[in-house]
């Protein structure tokens, strides 16, 4: 497989945009439309087709694998909280009490 950039003169062939997902078919050199952005891949329609299954089943696999780091994740943040929690000493920096007590008024 070939890379080309947008711009450059290339031979005959399909060529791929995998970011937009857009295919450019040449019938005979030409220049690969786009702007500076666009990438192209040469490679036969086949192997696109073949790559979409293997993608698949990549992300099968792999899924339950993503499923147990996310709760791995979130149980030890939550652990984590908790335990923040019962540690505290109950300190509030953001509290001030500079009126003092409240006396108390005396019976009559």
């Excluded at 192997?47 to 698949?56: H, M, T, W």
């Excluded at 499923?67 to 109950?90: D, E, P, Q, Y």
Aim: charged letters at 25%; proline letters at 6%; glycine letters at 12%.
């Amino acid at each position: 497989m070939m890379r080309y950039k947008a711009g450059d003169r290339v031979s005959k062939g399909s060529y791929w945009d995998f970011k937009s997902g857009s295919r450019v078919d040449l019938a005979e050199e030409g220049i690969l439309p786009g702007d500076e952005r666009s990438k192209y891949v040469k490679c036969s329609p086949i192997l696109v087709l073949l790559f979409g299954p293997i993608a698949g089943l990549v992300y099968v696999i792999a899924l339950p694998f993503i499923v147990l780091g996310t709760i791995l994740t979130l149980a030890g943040r939550r652990l984590v909280n908790s335990m923040a929690s019962i540690v505290s000493f109950g300190w509030r920096p953001r509290e001030a009490h500079l009126g003092g007590k409240k006396k108390r008024q005396k019976k009559p």
